[in-house]
């Protein structure tokens, strides 16, 4: 609004000087100081809320360091990290940030952290040597990413790329810019261009009717700096001057709501409403759906196949599990940090655990606090440690070279030389996918090692879906022992570019299960929004059975929906079952054709996905017509926030991620999405009730008077400064109530609102606000201004039309009848007794019009508050009554008609918000009417106490019809009335 606002401000000054002539000039000069004024409130409003955000950029900045140690000419310099150019050799030491893209050519025991960049938390030791064309770049070893901290070891690289050509800025650039209109911001601007449209088409009007009829038929009436003057007034009367400020109090307040009471802070004001609107919602899985709390559930081994794990397991198999767990494990334990923890333990986890435990018993024991590596690792080191203390395996065993976890091998290992034995072992863990088929033997239930069959592995992949389908991540072990006489006590193990020890021919030992608990309330976070009308789609790095498997578990694929897939396209969608499963593998390679028959289905799980295609998926809906949110909290998520119509960060990610986001989550809480939404759409709401609210008195009640006095020449009824106050004050208390309405009826159980054709301000409420409740406005104001100019005195007083001219014998103050009213071209402009009774009559005359509007908005306030009549539910025993008020077991209440009445009106009773904007109407009315000082510049008078009595009475006449409009629109949705029902 603020362009308009300005635009008007503009014509406003224009219009006191220089076309203005006293008293008018007077008047616009306090209209142009009090638009100032509501731009101001307004941005101020925005900018309080907003200034919670940092820019983006700052959050890339903290990730570059400011200086870095190159070699140059044969010397070591220290210089800042914008000035290295391509070919630098840079140094790195551990804790050093890497200054830029490096490509390592000399490295001892280096390790990087590129996490930010790729969502692998546990460091990857870095190589100088050259890797196969088939690694993903950013997965290189030898490639150094700026931002990437370096933890362990050092090394030398040379600089390959800077600037904007760094991976981290190309990042950067993907999630800055400026930010697209929200949806909130696309109506507003609507709005104001069909606002201005009638202005403009109003003013041009006016224009020509003066150049044609009114210059020549009543050349004194008005000069051409008086029309052009009285032109502006009827373009500024046009604009809701209040709705501005309305909005912007009304968004603040819902944003600190949601912020104090569900921990959900937002940052643009308007993606409130946009979160409202959404219909596809893009969720990571773990930590966002999931508690981010992995823990061992079971242990699946030889003794598993053929029914066998009913017995123990053989202490052999829990031995060597457990050792492969403790020393092929990066993660630690923080000292002096313990946990009292308590739940539930599965069957297998009971029988393995020393004594005994009743199964499903509820367990207290403190555990000591793991940290480090990934949460997997901190997991399977957890349920060892709660068995046989960790420290005994690493005092028992030597460990020799460590291959950390990597994401394109999908497998960890480690060397590790037993003192007492003096043998030496390999430890592998990793995904089952990738390390069953490199074993040639297994441990069987006795603990011995026999060779592999086709049928155990093909038996044992097979429980091995079955847990993960249970929403379980599989991790597979597996041992061998290295030959003494090659692998000597002497013997160097090196693990870069490739192990110089053999990784296959390994012994299977086991397979460990780790769960990751759904978050508490996720499933009926999920559920409502589904019932919503929104579609929850799960985007993971999990493989697609325990993405699906989770899926299930939240609801966001049914429990007895069939999961479609590619290779199940049908030319027909009905054919196809509601869930499908999307792999990364699969969106590399997938037509147009394909997205539409994976967004034709309503439960969506993308698995194996990578964040570049996170942002496709939400490219590839968008262009099919969804509203999207995105949940992220790394970096590599924020191209996928920023492109979002709404993107939602959690607290605990990113300062990148937080900054791009539109929406953070204090308190990584899934389920505050619901409230957000909730208030979204009852944001939109109340909103199009506030604007109908306020265009009704603010808008056209306003303009009716000044096109009357333009062109029937009356005296105008309404004087500029009153409608300021009625925009300015007495429609924003209003405007503020209403958008503290609470819900009408089941609010998140209707479908998302269609942007294309549900629309802020469409013809419907045109024709409510501008011909329905404002014309009924303004019946009451005019009679009653007509009634009190006819009753002020003798009306045979002043000949009829009025005279220019004062004989002094006429006894005022006078009586004025409707025909000398109008076309009473030049009311008061004569400087005697007359003149100034005509004045007296006006100022009161337009007081009385106003508190006539504001006391008819009071009745209007209490009818748009509801868009159903009032007792509606009471009466016919709507859905709505059965789900709040007192029904019996088979739904109906058999209490009378009465008693629902009275419940119907406990149950909604008025608002304190709505007394309030009563209360202040009142009081602005009465200071500006009452007080001498307004009276004398401002044109104001004193309303005698009837015409209080009778504004209340055409209030209550209208609020009455606006009754009957709507039991119409309910009982006859059909008729013309409920067709055109806003």
């Known amino acids: 609004f603020a362009p308009l606002l300005w635009v008007a401000t503009f014509l406003v000054f224009l219009s006191w000087q220089p076309f203005g002539t006293p008293p008018t000039n007077l008047y616009n000069l306090i209209l142009a100081i009090v638009l100032i004024f509501v731009i101001v409130i307004s941005s101020m409003f925005t900018f309080y809320q907003e200034m919670q955000a940092t820019k983006i950029l700052k959050g890339f900045a903290g990730m570059v360091p400011d200086k870095c140690v190159v070699i140059r000419d044969g010397a070591f310099k220290e210089i800042t990290a914008s000035a290295l150019?391509?070919?630098?050799?840079?140094?790195?030491?551990?804790?050093?940030?890497?200054?830029?893209?490096?490509?390592?050519?000399?490295?001892?025991?280096?390790?990087?952290?590129?996490?930010?960049?790729?969502?692998?938390?546990?460091?990857?030791?870095?190589?100088?040597?050259?890797?196969?064309?088939?690694?993903?770049?950013?997965?290189?070893?030898?490639?150094?990413?700026?931002?990437?901290?370096?933890?362990?070891?050092?090394?030398?690289?040379?600089?390959?790329?800077?600037?904007?050509?760094?991976?981290?800025?190309?990042?950067?650039?993907?999630?800055?810019?400026?930010?697209?209109?929200?949806?909130?911001?696309?109506?507003?601007?609507?709005?104001?261009?069909?606002?201005?449209?009638?202005?403009?088409?109003?003013?041009?009007?006016?224009?020509?009717?003066?150049?044609?009829?009114?210059?020549?038929?009543?050349?004194?009436?008005?000069?051409?700096?008086?029309?052009?003057?009285?032109?502006i007034g009827v373009i500024v009367a046009y604009v809701p001057e209040g709705l501005p400020l309305a909005l912007s109090m009304g968004l603040t307040i819902i944003a600190k709501r949601l912020c104090s009471k569900y921990f959900v802070l937002v940052k643009r004001l308007g993606c409130i409403e946009t979160l409202g609107s959404m219909s596809l919602l893009a969720s990571d899985k773990t930590g966002t759906l999931t508690q981010n709390l992995m823990s061992v559930t079971a242990v699946l081994t030889a003794a598993d196949l053929n029914g066998e794990q009913i017995e123990p397991l053989s202490q052999e198999v829990l031995d060597f599990t457990r050792r492969i767990g403790a020393l092929c494990n990066q993660a630690s334990f923080a000292k002096d940090k313990k946990v009292v923890s308590e739940g539930h333990v599965s069957q297998a986890l009971t029988e393995t655990a020393p004594g005994d435990v009743e199964l499903g018993a509820l367990l207290k024991k403190v555990e000591r606090v793991s940290v480090g590596s990934n949460s997997t690792d901190r997991a399977v080191l957890s349920w060892v440690d709660n068995a046989v203390p960790v420290e005994a395996y690493h005092q028992a065993y030597t460990v020799k070279a460590l291959i950390p976890f990597s994401s394109a091998t999908k497998v960890a290992g480690t060397v590790v030389f037993h003192?007492?034995?003096?043998?030496?072992?390999?430890?592998?863990?990793?995904?089952?996918?990738?390390?069953?088929?490199?074993?040639?033997?297994?441990?069987?239930?006795?603990?011995?090692?026999?060779?592999?069959?086709?049928?155990?592995?093909?038996?044992?992949?097979?429980?091995?879906?079955?847990?993960?389908?249970?929403?379980?991540?599989?991790?597979?072990?597996?041992?061998?022992?290295?030959?003494?006489?090659?692998y000597t006590s002497s013997f160097t193990y090196t693990t870069v570019p490739e192990p110089n020890f053999p990784m296959t021919d390994l012994t299977f030992v086991s397979c460990v299960a780790v769960s990751d608990p759904p978050r508490v309330g996720v499933r009926q976070a999920v559920t409502d929004l589904r019932a919503a009308g929104i579609v929850v789609a799960m985007v993971t790095g999990d493989a697609a059975p325990t993405a699906i498997a989770i899926a299930r578990q939240v609801n966001i694929v049914s429990e007895?929906?069939?999961?479609?897939?590619?290779?199940?396209?049908?030319?027909?969608?009905?054919?196809?079952?509601?869930?499908?499963?999307?792999?990364?593998?699969?969106?590399?390679?997938?037509?147009?054709?394909?997205?539409?028959?994976?967004?034709?289905?309503?439960?969506?799980?993308?698995?194996?996905?990578?964040?570049?295609?996170?942002?496709?998926?939400?490219?590839?809906?968008?262009?099919?017509?969804?509203?999207?949110?995105?949940?992220?909290?790394?970096?590599?998520?924020?191209?996928?926030?920023?492109?979002?119509?709404?993107?939602?960060?959690?607290?605990?990610?990113?300062?990148?991620?937080?900054?791009?986001?539109?929406?953070?989550?204090?308190?990584?809480?899934?389920?505050?999405?619901?409230?957000?939404?909730?208030?979204?759409?009852?944001?939109?709401?109340?909103?199009?009730?506030?604007?109908?609210?306020?265009?009704?008195?603010?808008?056209?009640?306003?303009?009716?008077?000044?096109?009357?006095?333009?062109?029937?020449?009356?005296?105008?009824?309404?004087?500029?400064?009153?409608?300021?106050?009625?925009?300015?004050?007495?429609?924003?208390?209003?405007?503020?109530?209403?958008?503290?309405?609470?819900?009408?009826?089941?609010?998140?159980?209707?479908?998302?609102?269609?942007?294309?054709?549900?629309?802020?301000?469409?013809?419907?409420?045109?024709?409510y606000?501008?011909?329905?409740?404002?014309?009924?406005?303004?019946?009451?104001?005019?009679?009653?201004?007509?009634?009190?100019?006819?009753?002020?005195?003798?009306?045979?007083?002043?000949?009829?039309?009025?005279?220019?001219?004062?004989?002094?014998?006429?006894?005022?103050?006078?009586?004025?009848?409707?025909?000398?009213?109008?076309?009473?071209?030049?009311?008061?402009?004569?400087?005697?007794?007359?003149?100034?009774?005509?004045?007296?009559?006006?100022?009161?005359?337009?007081?009385?019009?106003?508190?006539?509007?504001?006391?008819?908005?009071?009745?209007?306030?209490?009818?748009?508050?509801?868009?159903?009549?009032?007792?509606?539910?009471?009466?016919?025993?709507?859905?709505?009554?059965?789900?709040?008020?007192?029904?019996?077991?088979?739904?109906?209440?058999?209490?009378?008609?009465?008693m629902r009445m009275y419940d119907e009106l406990r149950c909604s009773a008025v608002q304190w918000p709505v007394l309030a904007a009563w209360c202040g109407t009142i009081l602005t009315a009465n200071f500006f009417n009452y007080i001498p000082v307004f009276q004398q510049y401002c044109g104001t008078g004193v309303v005698p106490g009837k015409y209080w009595g009778m504004a209340v009475g055409w209030a209550v006449l209208w609020f009455a019809v606006a009754e009957i409009r709507k039991w119409i629109v309910v009982l006859y949705p059909e008729s013309f009335i409920g067709r055109h029902a806003w």
């Open 85 to 231: 150019v391509v070919g630098d050799i840079v140094v790195l030491e551990t804790g050093s940030r890497v200054p830029s893209d490096i490509r390592v050519i000399s490295c001892n025991g280096m390790k990087v952290d590129k996490s930010m960049l790729t969502g692998e938390s546990e460091p990857m030791r870095a190589t100088s040597e050259p890797l196969a064309n088939t690694v993903p770049y950013l997965e290189a070893s030898n490639v150094l990413f700026m931002g990437s901290n370096i933890v362990e070891g050092s090394g030398q690289g040379v600089v390959v790329a800077t600037g904007v050509d760094n991976q981290l800025a190309k990042i950067a650039m993907a999630s800055s810019g400026p930010d697209s209109l929200t949806s909130l911001q696309v109506e507003v601007n609507r709005l104001v261009a069909i606002i201005a449209t009638f202005a403009l088409l109003t003013g041009i009007s006016v224009v020509l009717v003066w150049a044609f009829n009114l210059r020549t038929e009543h050349a004194g009436f008005m000069t051409l700096s008086s029309m052009i003057a009285n032109a």
């Open 419 to 486: 003192t007492a034995s003096q043998q030496t072992f390999v430890f592998v863990k990793g995904a089952t996918e990738y390390l069953l088929p490199t074993c040639t033997s297994y441990v069987d239930a006795s603990g011995a090692t026999v060779p592999m069959t086709e049928t155990f592995r093909t038996s044992m992949q097979a429980l091995i879906n079955v847990e993960a389908s249970k929403g379980r991540r599989m991790i597979c072990t597996a041992q061998s022992i290295l030959p003494s006489d090659r």
């Open 560 to 767: 007895d929906s069939s999961v479609d897939t590619l290779a199940n396209m049908t030319s027909s969608l009905a054919e196809s079952s509601a869930a499908i499963a999307v792999t990364g593998k699969d969106i590399e390679t997938i037509t147009p054709e394909q997205w539409d028959f994976i967004f034709a289905h309503k439960e969506l799980v993308f698995a194996r996905t990578t964040p570049e295609q996170k942002l496709q998926i939400v490219k590839e809906s968008q262009e099919r017509g969804h509203r999207v949110g995105v949940t992220g909290d790394g970096v590599n998520d924020s191209p996928a926030l920023k492109h979002a119509d709404v993107g939602i960060a959690m607290n605990s990610g990113s300062d990148v991620a937080r900054d791009v986001a539109a929406i953070v989550l204090l308190k990584d809480d899934f389920t505050a999405i619901v409230h957000g939404v909730r208030e979204g759409r009852l944001i939109f709401e109340n909103l199009r009730k506030v604007i109908a609210y306020q265009i009704s008195a603010g808008s056209w009640a306003e303009v009716l008077p000044v096109l009357a006095t333009f062109f029937i020449g009356m005296p105008q009824p309404l004087s500029s400064f009153l409608m300021i106050m009625i925009c300015c004050l007495s429609d924003v208390y209003g405007g503020v109530a209403l958008m503290n309405e609470p819900a009408e009826g089941v609010i998140m159980q209707k479908p998302p609102r269609d942007v294309k054709t549900s629309r802020l301000f469409d013809l419907n409420l045109v024709c």
């Open 769 to 898: 606000a501008y011909f329905f409740y404002a014309n009924l406005l303004s019946v009451g104001a005019f009679y009653n201004y007509f009634h009190y100019m006819a009753s002020r005195g003798d009306t045979r007083a002043v000949p009829s039309p009025v005279p220019a001219d004062d004989d002094g014998t006429r006894v005022f103050p006078a009586g004025y009848r409707l025909s000398q009213l109008i076309f009473a071209w030049n009311w008061g402009l004569n400087e005697n007794d007359l003149g100034a009774d005509e004045v007296a009559a006006a100022n009161v005359g337009s007081s009385l019009f106003y508190v006539t509007i504001v006391v008819g908005q009071m009745g209007h306030l209490l009818s748009i508050r509801r868009k159903t009549p009032y007792f509606y539910d009471a009466i016919m025993q709507t859905e709505e009554s059965k789900r709040t008020l007192h029904s019996t077991a088979n739904g109906v209440d058999n209490r009378n008609v009465l």
